[in-house]
């Protein structure tokens, strides 16, 4: 398996401002992953961090809105920014390990904007 | 966007009964994942089956694979309370890529 931190683990923002999300793994990984989960809906990827490349994002998720860093092969950080209500979700990240590449996620990110 | 579609979407059942839950995708895969998730909380791995199998079992959970008809389920045994949570299926198309695509879920509460 894999131990993956947060933070912060929830916050309430005011609209238009932004928020950094950290996430660390207890191992080095080539892939990172960020997803966003909103109210009563399923997963949705945001985009994959490499190390030493820019993130890949998916249709409708743009970099402008979604800033993500990944400076070495543990850490990377999701910005959400000139946030609205409808940025309120659950935002997770995650790693693959084994041959397998069994997918394990953190504890979330809960953020609500007002 | 989502892969398919999980169903029921909501699953009501009383301690000590079966609970099943099944998934449908859309493109072919290299393995598919089962999860747990506790209100809204992060979400828990429960069992991978690669596309090369069929069936899958740990402890109480039973996972079946039918590639043919893009379709698995997740079966589990003598129910408990504490499973309690919601569901959902993710699969992995093994390309570059290897991010997950996920079902819709599966709300499932077991009344003790």
């Known amino acids: 398996s894999a131990v993956i931190s947060q933070k912060p683990s929830r916050d309430i923002c005011q609209r238009g401002t932004s928020l950094t999300i950290q996430c660390q793994v207890d191992?080095?990984?080539?892939?990172m992953f960020w997803y966003r989960q909103q109210p009563g809906q399923s997963l949705t990827l945001i985009a994959t961090a490499n190390q030493g490349s820019e993130a890949t994002y998916e249709s409708g998720f743009v970099i402008d809105k979604f800033p993500i860093s990944r400076p070495n092969l543990t850490f990377s950080t999701l910005t959400v920014s000139n946030m609205s209500p409808e940025d309120s979700s659950i935002y997770l990240c995650?790693?693959?390990?084994?041959?397998?590449?069994?997918?394990?996620f953190g504890p979330g990110t809960r953020l609500t904007v007002t | 966007s989502q892969q398919g579609e999980e169903d029921p979407q909501a699953l009501s059942i009383q301690e000590g009964e079966n609970a099943t839950m099944n998934c449908s995708y859309k493109?072919?895969?290299?393995?598919l994942q089962w999860y747990r998730q506790n209100s809204g909380r992060g979400l828990v791995h429960l069992i991978l089956?690669?596309?090369?199998?069929r069936e899958k079992h740990s402890g109480r959970l039973r996972v079946t694979l039918d590639t043919s008809k893009k379709s698995s389920s997740l079966l589990i045994t003598a129910s408990r309370a504490a499973d309690t949570a919601s569901y959902f299926c993710?699969?992995?198309?093994?390309?570059?890529?290897?991010?997950?695509?996920f079902g819709s879920g599966t709300r499932l509460q077991v009344q003790p």
């Open positions: 191992s080095q990984v080539t892939m």
């Open positions: 995650s790693v693959g390990r084994g041959q397998a590449y069994e997918q394990y």
């Open positions: 993710a699969t992995d198309a093994g390309t570059g890529r290897r991010a997950l695509t």
């Open positions: 493109t072919s895969i290299n393995n």
């Open positions: 089956i690669r596309s090369n199998e």
